[in-house]
């Protein structure tokens, strides 16, 4: 979603990778996203400038690949032992209160964008128009802004 909405819908540059394997099964996954408004010439990331952890094996297996100026985010339901420095987003909790776990993610999107300002909201929710079922569209849009929401209350404190 996020390099949909970087690419289509706010003119930048983008690659992924993605890594499954047996992690697929419930261990840790990852996916690198480069996003640049320049072309981008290598697509695999050497240190992170973010980092997203959805579960602490995510998380304990690649923190080390992030740069130490680097944003954090964690799902404060899913990793619990982390480094200080780490924002806290509970996108389980949201998500369960906004109808489905499934869009946790969706919440850290919004959470991740708020943060970098690397996508607009209007970008994502054409992404997520572009991409989802139609009976999803609402609460996944929902997911977003309550993601970017919680990150506006941490920013007043």
Known sequence: MLGKAATIYNGLMATQTQSYGPEARGGASKTEVILSDEEINYPFIGMADVLVSLSQ?????YIHEVKKEGIMLVDTDLVLHHANKCIEIPATKIAIELGSVMIANMVMLGALSSLTELVTLEALTKAVKSSVPPMYFDMNVAALKR???FVGA???D
């Open 147 to 149: 993601g970017q929401e």
């Open 57 to 61: 094996t995510s998380y304990t297996k």
């Open 154 to 156: 941490i920013e007043k």
